[in-house]
């Protein structure tokens, strides 16, 4: 018997779990102090009203005879997956229903699609970039190589021909940068992947807090996307559904290599290795994208939205260089004074109480800088951004 000698070439903590231990630490040996966390990219406010009304009447269907659910179809329910459909047509994207398919979650999906995809392909991933990205493909075996994300490009790469990739990692608005891509930009990675036969995965897990008419919002917005790209996104910062999951890939018909078909190689392995969302909780998902369920989910996201820009309006005041924000949860900011980004880490966490996520944790190009996070109480990011000011101006 052997195991998957892979996990070797892989960080023994998972970045987000070196963070909270670390704030545990501190938290232990100073509890009379409150930190102040906006580190993890974990929502905090509760669920829409119509959300739960509906999980509330899903849970009455499973208590009796003639509404109860047993195993439900794998790929998800029809009426989550039209609700789905509807919420791209709304954006002028047109998707057919078996091309969708419901998960628990984009991160589930981020690494199970690749069961689908041969472990010679080579991965492109831009540096920083979600540890997700990278690690569930070293531990399958396959080579990964790196676009450049730096301070000069805006952290945001372009494709480069004399750079050759089977599998392409692509996430807008970024995590951790918060950088976002227009639709003319992701028609040049579409026509790069296509020359390649390559497929782009797009993450598209932020594309609610998307407000700007130059960002795109799905890969799909760009034509020929089809014959290049699979698109994974969630309900988890659209609507707060991180302690709920539910999550969606869309993986179109006409997604082929070498004569075999994307679409129903992904059915196939669902039927496989995956049981299905909960009824209850896709219930609630497609009470999301109702008119009722989107006015009052806006409501939640305007909060974070006012957070990033007061977090955004920091940075100007300090004159701190910094990506993300106007389309994003997330901002990437430089650390001052030439800090690397875990003694960054160390000072907030002492001298503010103040959390973030160092940006090494995202790859070598994030070393020097840091990520803050929106998703808190418009009162407690005030209060953080305080402190914050105050830590930082102690250094010059």
């Given at each position: 018997m052997k195991l998957n000698e892979n996990y070797k070439n892989i960080a023994d903590n998972y970045l987000f779990s070196t963070v909270a231990k670390k704030i545990a630490a501190y938290t232990a040996a100073h509890p009379e102090k409150q930190v102040i966390k906006l580190s993890i990219g974990d929502v905090t406010l509760p669920l829409a009203p119509a959300v739960i009304r509906a999980l509330h009447d899903a849970v009455d269907d499973m208590a009796k005879k003639e509404t109860f659910k047993g195993y439900g179809p794998e790929q998800g329910y029809g009426f989550l997956k039209e609700s789905i459909q509807g919420?791209?047509?709304r954006r002028g994207v047109t998707l057919e229903s078996d091309e969708i398919f419901v998960s628990d979650g984009a991160k589930s999906d981020c690494g199970n699609i690749l069961d689908i995809f041969d472990r010679d392909n080579v991965v492109l991933v831009p540096d920083p970039a979600y540890p997700v990205y990278v690690d569930?493909?070293?531990m399958a075996g396959r080579k990964v190589i790196y676009a450049d994300a730096n301070e000069g490009n805006g952290f945001l790469p372009m494709p480069d021909d004399s750079v050759k990739a089977d599998i392409i990692y692509i996430c807008s608005p970024n995590n951790p940068t918060g950088a976002s891509y227009t639709k003319e930009q992701l028609e040049k990675w579409v026509a790069y992947a296509i020359r390649n036969q390559?497929?782009?995965l797009f993450d598209a897990a932020y594309e609610c807090f998307v407000q700007s008419g130059t960002a795109a919002r799905s890969i799909f917005e760009v034509e020929d996307a089809k014959k290049c790209a699979i698109e994974i996104s969630s309900f988890s910062k659209t609507a707060g559904f991180t302690g709920t999951r539910c999550g969606y890939t869309v993986v179109p018909k006409s997604l082929e290599f070498n004569g075999m078909n994307c679409n129903?190689?992904?059915?196939r392995r669902q039927t496989t290795k995956f049981n299905g969302v909960p009824y209850i909780v896709q219930k609630g998902a497609a009470a999301?994208?109702?008119e009722e369920g989107e006015k009052q989910i806006q409501s939640n996201l305007d909060i974070y939205r006012t957070n990033a820009k007061l977090i955004s309006d920091c940075m100007d005041e300090l004159g701190i260089w910094y990506t993300g924000g106007k389309n994003s949860p997330y901002i990437w900011l430089k650390c001052?004074?030439?800090?690397?980004?875990w003694a960054f880490f160390d000072y907030l966490l002492e001298e503010a109480q103040v959390a973030g996520t160092p940006g090494s944790g995202f790859g070598k190009n994030g070393e020097g800088f840091f990520r803050l996070t929106s998703f808190n109480t418009v009162e407690a990011t005030k209060e953080a951004l305080e402190r914050f000011k105050a830590a930082v101006r102690k250094l010059k």
């Amino acid at each position: 018997m052997k195991l998957n000698e892979n996990y070797k070439n892989i960080a023994d903590n998972y970045l987000f779990s070196t963070v909270a231990k670390k704030i545990a630490a501190y938290t232990a040996a100073h509890p009379e102090k409150q930190v102040i966390k906006l580190s993890i990219g974990d929502v905090t406010l509760p669920l829409a009203p119509a959300v739960i009304r509906a999980l509330h009447d899903a849970v009455d269907d499973m208590a009796k005879k003639e509404t109860f659910k047993g195993y439900g179809p794998e790929q998800g329910y029809g009426f989550l997956k039209e609700s789905i459909q509807g919420y791209y047509a709304r954006r002028g994207v047109t998707l057919e229903s078996d091309e969708i398919f419901v998960s628990d979650g984009a991160k589930s999906d981020c690494g199970n699609i690749l069961d689908i995809f041969d472990r010679d392909n080579v991965v492109l991933v831009p540096d920083p970039a979600y540890p997700v990205y990278v690690d569930t493909n070293v531990m399958a075996g396959r080579k990964v190589i790196y676009a450049d994300a730096n301070e000069g490009n805006g952290f945001l790469p372009m494709p480069d021909d004399s750079v050759k990739a089977d599998i392409i990692y692509i996430c807008s608005p970024n995590n951790p940068t918060g950088a976002s891509y227009t639709k003319e930009q992701l028609e040049k990675w579409v026509a790069y992947a296509i020359r390649n036969q390559s497929v782009i995965l797009f993450d598209a897990a932020y594309e609610c807090f998307v407000q700007s008419g130059t960002a795109a919002r799905s890969i799909f917005e760009v034509e020929d996307a089809k014959k290049c790209a699979i698109e994974i996104s969630s309900f988890s910062k659209t609507a707060g559904f991180t302690g709920t999951r539910c999550g969606y890939t869309v993986v179109p018909k006409s997604l082929e290599f070498n004569g075999m078909n994307c679409n129903k190689m992904w059915l196939r392995r669902q039927t496989t290795k995956f049981n299905g969302v909960p009824y209850i909780v896709q219930k609630g998902a497609a009470a999301v994208f109702t008119e009722e369920g989107e006015k009052q989910i806006q409501s939640n996201l305007d909060i974070y939205r006012t957070n990033a820009k007061l977090i955004s309006d920091c940075m100007d005041e300090l004159g701190i260089w910094y990506t993300g924000g106007k389309n994003s949860p997330y901002i990437w900011l430089k650390c001052p004074n030439g800090m690397d980004s875990w003694a960054f880490f160390d000072y907030l966490l002492e001298e503010a109480q103040v959390a973030g996520t160092p940006g090494s944790g995202f790859g070598k190009n994030g070393e020097g800088f840091f990520r803050l996070t929106s998703f808190n109480t418009v009162e407690a990011t005030k209060e953080a951004l305080e402190r914050f000011k105050a830590a930082v101006r102690k250094l010059k």
